[in-house]
């Protein structure tokens, strides 16, 4: 039994919110607002978006864009490693950072693909 499309807009929803948290928890000790809040709303904001992926998979039929929504999910499983790296090793940023960056090249990769491919996928069904 598929989701409707309001728990399907909900999900978008908690996936959105999930990556501003993400983005906030980055930028917070850039500006040095941070006393250790920011690895709480990086976290929060990871397994938000790890829950929001896992529960609003690809139901089509075509296996390219099922690969591309699958490795968009692990995008949010390095976010959600960086967040164990952020309270493993608190004296250094690399490892989270570097898993931070591996995360969001993934999902700026993906964020491009997709709509390519479903364009492309349109496009054939019209001709």
């Given at each position: ?21 993400i ?37 089509g ?63 054939q069904?019209?001709?």
């Open positions: 039994m598929g989701q409707s499309k309001t728990a399907s807009r909900v999900w978008i929803l908690v996936m959105t919110v999930g990556m501003l948290l983005v906030a928890g980055t930028v917070l000790p850039i500006w040095r607002l941070d006393n250790n809040i920011y690895k709480y709303v990086y976290t929060v904001g990871a397994v938000m978006l790890l829950v929001s992926r896992l529960f609003n998979p690809y139901k039929t075509d296996i390219r864009l099922k690969r591309l929504v699958r490795i968009e999910s692990w995008s949010a499983i390095f976010f959600c490693v960086a967040a164990f790296f952020m309270f493993y090793d608190s004296t250094t940023a690399r490892d989270w950072l570097a898993f931070t960056l591996a995360g969001g090249v993934i999902q700026v990769y993906t964020s491009i693909m997709i709509p390519r491919v479903e364009a492309k996928n349109r496009k069904r019209q001709n």
